[in-house]
């Protein structure tokens, strides 16, 4: 296999037994032909180990076809692998809805990073998310002052006593609102009110504390005479004896005490009447009588505590 080119020196020709001995006949072999002694029987030629640098030999595994030294893959070797038959369509598999129990699929949003197939947060998406890069120390953002041209910050507080202006930052809840109300309602009847209505609903209803209902009697002023919270008086009244007016019927007086009048009894003769001493009974049934002056009855409750 001799030939004239410039790289014959460099050049090995690796002979078989015919090519050899057909070279040596017509003369042809040179010094840059060799040949190669057949194996002996039972014996074989390892391949090197192939590398990222050097050609080697591999071992066929399983669902690889090979004919006449090719490698191939088939779609029958393709469905042994995968253990299954594949569809003829060209369909996609969707993941589950992921849930508590169930090992689902998600979609990949903004500033989530993917890599390898591993989801992570990392500072840059953080600070993409915000929209601004936080503070690198442990702060706390303070919100503006409200005015009528600035929305801030107020506080809000369920206390009802709290003397905090617009300025101070603090406002009422609805709840505090309604319970400062409720405590206003009672607060203008203090313990000891008199509350009076047409209307029969308790003022425990409609202010809250404590009361006490008052009936059949009048209001007095309260004096020395008449004691605050002191009762007394009547709605009707017998005129006894003792409190009818003094008045002089005769010039005579009993031995008992008693007024008494001189009557005539039948004359004793001479034209000069009888005289005689004695009771005078008027008329009368000493039934009572009523003490009401003109009245509109209405409903009264007193405050207790």
């Known amino acids: 296999m001799a030939t004239d080119t410039k790289l014959d020196s460099l050049v090995i020709n690796y002979l078989t037994q015919s090519q050899y001995d057909n070279a040596k006949s017509a003369g042809t072999l040179n010094a840059n032909q060799i040949y190669m002694t057949p194996a002996s029987s039972g014996s074989s030629y390892t391949l090197p180990t192939a590398t990222s640098s050097t050609l080697g030999g591999v071992k066929i595994g399983s669902n690889i076809t090979v004919s006449s030294g090719t490698i191939s893959i ?16 060209d369909t996609k598999y969707t ?36 929209g601004y890069t936080p503070p690198t120390t442990d702060t706390k953002y303070t919100l503006p002052t409200a005015s009528s041209s600035t929305l801030g910050g107020v506080k809000l507080s369920d206390s009802t006593n709290s003397t905090s202006s617009t ?14 109300i409720a405590e206003a309602k009672l607060a203008a009847w203090p313990i000891g009110s008199i509350y009076m209505s047409v209307s029969s609903t308790s003022p425990a209803n409609l202010f809250g504390g404590t009361w006490e209902r008052i009936s059949e009697c009048f209001l007095i002023g309260a004096s020395s005479s008449y004691p605050a919270g002191s009762t007394g008086g009547a709605s ?11 008045y002089t019927l005769a010039d005579a007086v009993l031995a008992n005490g008693t007024n008494s009048a001189k009557v005539t009894t039948s004359s004793s003769g001479w034209g000069i009447p009888n005289w005689k001493y004695g009771e005078i009974t008027t008329g009368g049934d000493g039934n009572s009588f009523s003490l009401l002056p003109p009245y509109l009855a209405v409903w009264m409750w007193k405050r207790t505590k």
């Open 74 to 89: 088939s779609k029958t070797n393709v469905t042994n692998a995968l253990g299954y038959t594949p569809p003829t369509t």
């Open 95 to 130: 993941l589950p809805t992921a849930t508590s129990s169930t090992l689902g699929g998600v979609k990949i949003g903004s500033n989530i990073t993917v890599s390898s197939g591993t989801i992570s947060l990392t500072k840059t998406n953080v600070t993409s998310a915000l």
């Open 167 to 180: 300025n101070g930052g603090i406002a009422a809840t609805p709840a505090a609102v309604k319970a400062a």
């Open 236 to 246: 009707t009244h017998t005129i006894s004896k003792s409190e009818l007016p003094s």
